[in-house]
């Protein structure tokens, strides 16, 4: 979010008014300019996504259920969210996903980018596009791939190790396992777009900052440390943010995989959210559930922003 | 940049001509004088193809109706009907899994079918009354059964005659023993190479395993849709016999849901399985010759859940569309479309005064036909019916992996009450 | 292939290349290849549900259950590519998730570069509060705002038209976010010469920031491609003719009765399905390399 110290400050007004000749009519003709920019974005935004939230925020009051009449409830959704077992279940799962998901996934990318930008390694370009085809496959399909491979009666992965004298058991019926499972299989299908994001950061590290670096008498961690890290720090605070909000979100793999079970334990917030809203029929109460994750989220990100923005800070 | 933005520029306008083709053919085939009515459906079989044509003949009879269909998936009618219903932009006429029908129905979704079931025209008085049971919301019908079929066994013939077992089992008991003589552990290490049945243990086939066997036992789910009778010393002496037979057994894997439970049977590892009549033509795909046998007497009767499917008018639909729509459900029940129907659905026919002989043609339909009468409805007028089976889920998972049955059945009965008294 | 794998070394690594000189020889010569093999295992094993996948779409239908497991057919058929063929209206589903994941992205591209740019480049009120607000949008889940959405595109009578599915998508909170971050870290040199030479802010824009950020450009675009492509519920949810379908939530039609899918026609179709968007992150790459490579200013 924030720039590192090589780079000019964020807030950086030009010389002269921006787009103007002169100052008869520059601050009119920039606000035009401004508007114009934004509007297209904006007014699709506001249609399609702000007016929507407004929506769901008005029926988190209410007992709609989609269609038919609705009653203001007031705060009852609030309320029920807080005192029901299942939610509360349900956001503790979500945290423990979120606290497995993002370092894993986001740690993974950053080696692999780092990998994949060194030039002693044969082939680079053949591993790139092949550690990317995850992310292009459908989850759906990729989720029965892993089951066919974890399934402890007729999968591979349990037919192979038998040679060995190892069984898996069976992953994603043990209540235990099977939200590492869940996480696993999300990180599988997540890392190589963080992974892209870092290597097009990774590409803009000047080199002659590595052999200043060098000249200095730093080794390669040293190198990394003081160098890559800090010039990598604004792609680190994106990838963080969007790795959480993902992982905040998580639903596809676990709908398909686990439908929340064994015994809930892979429930998280959003496949409530589902089950409350289209299979209870119950859009006031997953509108409510859904504010309190977007509140949740925000919260977060907005520490995670600041925490990252001050060790920033401290490097310049 | 300039070459991309004009590339841009061109393949938008070209996608919006494209929209607004697509948009132009739309409003021409709404016109019109004839009432027209959507269906949707989720029968993508060769049921899908005998329901098109009775859809068909049903059009051609009469001038002042068009029934159009479109076919979806069952689990894609449920995840987009509320969206669409949301808009008006719904089906008219919608056909899905007749558990799901009671929560529609309780929001108002779904049309009030009391006069038409009233009406002696309706061709409705010789429906199978437990079929018409899965309808009723508060004593209000709001739907009429398409599918009503008794869950029964299917077994690998191949495998029982290896094992020396001539008779199929008729009670739980002899069910049990057999089940043992399939399961074979050739290197002993403790887990089977091959299993005598598959018991899923959540989200069964229809959720409809656990209470067919709780049935058996003269248990029960829930009564008259609003009182939890999970928490019975019957249904805790089924957990215990059926955790016991599966822990100590090992006649069944365990974690397994009815999705994986047909897959094991297709792949030839385990001898029965309890399903739908679907899993004949998926026996017959994977090259297993198969057998289908009532579900086995359980000690106080022999009993089986029922696979349903309903179909409802929803409240979108105007008047002169909903009498459009019970005429279609009239026409669906006469004899000879019924029967046309049960023959080529594969399920048995929906009127309890079509004979058996009428459809001995479909062997599988004729045998199913047979144990149609000890089946009932899953959880009628049951309106959070998916929280209920989602309770129901984890008392039987957690009892198969060796939890304390009393515990968990006064658990599931806790929470299976608290969602019942909030609808 | 060879294009991307014979990529010269560039400025990052022509700098780091340098420590190799100083090792001894053998490590010179085995270091490289024991880096290789390691990344090649973690490869292997990231591509093993993939080759999953290929090797089930050409299995016979007994062949996918069977026990024991096999990751090669023993029979290789192509029944189940012909059954999508036969089953669906498959040129039509194609066609339709070129014009729908491919409208999205381009018209998204557009509007959100152009937003980013004026959130990353010129200071003005409220700025922050908007940046707040939009990257805010991407924490509701998508459930939640679905159905006021269904609702309004149905106002509009968009539903089972293009327009319906697109529309609604044309920008995203998400690629405004991105490319603010990217268009944050360019360097300003550029543009402020220009403005003095009184240049106006979309020349800036079109000529100088637009040619500097191709690689986070392709990046986003394959994101929104590919997302979009493989998304299920939105096309499932706005067209409810199947000849407005997409290819995705097509296959789907190919579920058996309580859920039991052919897996065999699903990996068949999901490989067709992933085909196009395999070559286009082929292309996609090449370009990326290039232009990283060819952009002066550093």
């Known amino acids: 979010m924030t720039t590192h110290a090589t780079r000019p400050p964020r807030r950086y007004r030009p010389p002269g008014q921006l787009g103007g000749r002169g100052p008869i009519g520059g601050q009119a003709k920039r606000r035009l300019t401004i508007a114009g920019f934004l509007l297209p974005a904006l007014a699709i935004l506001t249609l399609f996504v702000f007016w929507p939230m407004l929506s769901a ?41 979120t606290v497995m998901f993002t370092p894993l996934a986001v740690v993974l990318a950053l080696a692999l980018a780092l990998a994949l930008n060194s030039p002693y390694l044969p082939f680079r370009g053949v591993f790139r596009t ?70 097009a950061g990774l590409q803009e590290i000047p080199g002659s900052l590595y052999e200043a670096a060098k000249m200095d008498g730093a080794g390669p961690w040293s190198r990394f440390r003081n160098v890559t890290m800090p010039l990598l720090g604004n792609t680190t605070g994106f990838v963080l943010i969007i790795a959480t909000i993902a992982a905040l979100q998580a639903f596809d793999q676990i709908y398909v995989m686990t439908g929340g079970g064994p015994y809930k334990s892979t429930q998280t917030v959003v496949m409530q959210i589902y089950q409350s809203g289209f299979k209870d029929l119950d859009l006031g109460f997953a509108s409510a559930l859904s504010y309190v994750l977007l509140i949740a989220t925000l919260i977060l990100s907005l520490v995670q922003f600041f925490v990252t923005g001050r060790r920033e800070k401290d490097v310049g | 940049m300039k070459k991309l933005l004009t590339a841009a520029a061109v393949l938008a306008v070209a996608s919006l001509g494209l929209a607004a083709c697509s948009s132009g053919s739309d409003s021409a085939s709404t016109s019109g004088d ?31 109706v068009k029934i159009e269909t479109e076919v979806k998936t069952w689990a894609v009618i449920d995840d987009t009907l509320l969206t669409a219903l949301s808009a008006d932009q719904g089906p008219d006429i919608v056909a899905m899994p007749a558990e799901r029908l009671p929560v529609y129905a309780s929001k108002g979704a779904f049309a009030d079918l009391t006069d038409f079931y009233a009406d002696d025209a309706s061709n409705t008085s010789e429906l199978n009354p437990q079929a018409v049971a899965m309808e009723t919301v508060d004593g209000t019908p709001y739907g009429v059964p398409t599918g009503f079929v008794p869950l029964s066994v299917f077994y690998n013939k191949a495998l029982f005659a290896a094992a020396g077992i001539t008779e199929f089992p008729t009670t739980w008991d002899e069910w049990v023993a057999d089940a043992k003589k399939l399961t074979v552990d050739q290197n002993g290490d403790g887990t089977p190479e091959q299993y005598g049945m598959v018991l899923p243990d959540h989200a069964t086939v229809a959720n409809g395993v656990w209470p067919s066997l709780f049935y058996g036992n003269g248990g029960d789910v829930v009564e008259d849709g609003t009182t939890a009778v999970i928490d019975s010393p019957e249904n805790a002496e089924t957990l215990e016999y059926w955790s016991k037979a599966v822990i100590d057994d090992k006649i069944s894997p365990t974690g397994v849901d009815g999705v994986k439970a047909d897959e094991l049977f297709s792949s030839g590892k385990v001898a029965m399985t309890i399903g739908g009549p679907w899993m004949a033509s998926i026996a017959k795909d994977n090259a297993i010759d198969y057998g289908i046998a009532a579900i086995p007497a359980g000690p106080k009767q022999q009993a089986a859940s029922a696979i349903g499917v309903s179909m409802g008018i929803t409240a979108q639909a105007d008047d002169a569309k909903a009498a459009a729509a019970k005429e279609f459900f009239s026409y669906f029940f006469e004899p000879e479309v019924a029967t046309a129907w049960s023959l080529g659905s594969g399920w048995p026919p929906l009127r309890t005064d079509i004979p058996a002989s009428d459809v001995a043609d479909n062997p599988t339909v004729a045998a199913l036909t047979e144990i149609a009468g000890t089946s009932r409805a899953l959880l009628p007028g049951v309106v959070n019916s998916s929280d209920v089976l989602a309770e129901m889920d984890v008392a039987t998972q957690k009892a198969l992996a060796g939890g304390d049955v009393p515990s968990l059945l006064g658990d599931a009965q806790a929470a299976i009450q608290s969602t019942l008294d909030e609808q | ?61 007994a062949e996918v259950n069977a026990f024991p497991p096999s990751l090669v057919p023993g029979d290789w058929t192509l029944d189940n590519f012909t059954r999508i063929f036969t089953e669906l209206p498959f ?65 509009l009578g968009w539903v089972n038209t293009f327009w319906g599915l697109i529309i609604p998508r044309a920008a995203d909170a998400f690629g405004i976010f991105f490319l603010r971050q990217v268009f944050l870290s360019l360097p300003r040199d550029l543009d402020n010469a220009a403005r003095i030479d009184g240049a106006s802010e979309f020349r800036i824009f079109r000529s100088i920031v637009l040619p500097n950020a191709v690689p986070a450009l392709l990046t986003l675009g394959i994101y929104t491609f590919v997302n979009n492509w493989n998304d299920l519920l939105w096309p499932l949810v706005f067209t409810t003719q199947q000849e407005m379908g997409t290819i995705t939530s ?44 060819s952009t002066g200013l550093k």
């Not at chain 1, 409830?73 to 029901?84: A, K």
């Not at chain 1, 037919?159 to 898996?168: E, K, M, P, S």
């Open chain 1, 57 to 97: 925020l008005r029926l988190s009051f209410t007992d709609a259920s989609g269609f038919g009449r609705e009653k203001f409830i007031g705060l009852e959704n609030y309320t029920e969210v807080f005192t029901d077992p299942d939610i509360l279940r349900a956001m503790g799962n979500t945290v423990l996903y």
């Open chain 1, 130 to 199: 092949w550690l990317f085809l995850p992310f292009i496959v459908s989850l759906a399909v990729a989720a029965f791939a892993w089951q066919y491979l974890l399934d402890p009666q007729v999968g591979l992965l349990n037919y192979w190790l038998q040679g060995f004298g190892i069984r898996i058991g069976n992953v994603l019926q043990d209540p235990v396992l099977a939200m590492p499972t869940v996480v696993l299989v999300a990180v599988w299908k997540n890392f190589a777009f963080y992974m892209i994001v870092f290597l």
């Open chain 2, 34 to 64: 004839p009432v027209t009515l959507t269906f949707w459906h989720g029968y993508t079989e060769a049921d899908g193809d005998v329901l098109e044509g009775i859809v068909d003949d049903f059009n051609a009879a009469h001038d002042d």
């Open chain 3, 1 to 61: 292939m060879t294009a991307l794998t014979e990529r010269p070394p560039r400025r990052p690594e022509a700098a780091a290349a340098r420590p190799l000189a100083k090792r001894s020889a053998p490590l010179r010569r085995i270091g490289p290849w024991l880096f290789f093999a390691a990344m090649l295992a973690v490869a292997l094993l990231v591509l093993l549900p993939i080759i999953i996948i290929v090797f089930t779409a050409f299995k016979p239908v």
């Open chain 3, 91 to 155: 040129g039509r589903l194609i066609l339709n998730s070129f014009v729908f994941a491919g409208g999205v992205t381009l018209c998204a591209l557009v509007f959100d570069s152009l937003a980013a740019y004026v959130l990353a480049r010129i200071d003005f009120r409220g700025s922050r509060v908007l940046l707040i607000v939009i990257v805010a949008s991407l924490m509701i889940p998508f459930q939640a705002t679905l159905i006021p959405i269904y609702q309004l595109v149905a106002d």
């Open chain 3, 250 to 293: 097509g296959l789907t039609l190919l579920t058996g009765p309580s859920g039991i899918v052919p897996y065999g026609v699903m990996m068949a179709g999901s490989l067709i399905a992933v085909v196009p968007l395999a070559v286009m992150f082929l292309f996609v790459q090449k370009r990326f390399i290039e232009s990283v490579a």
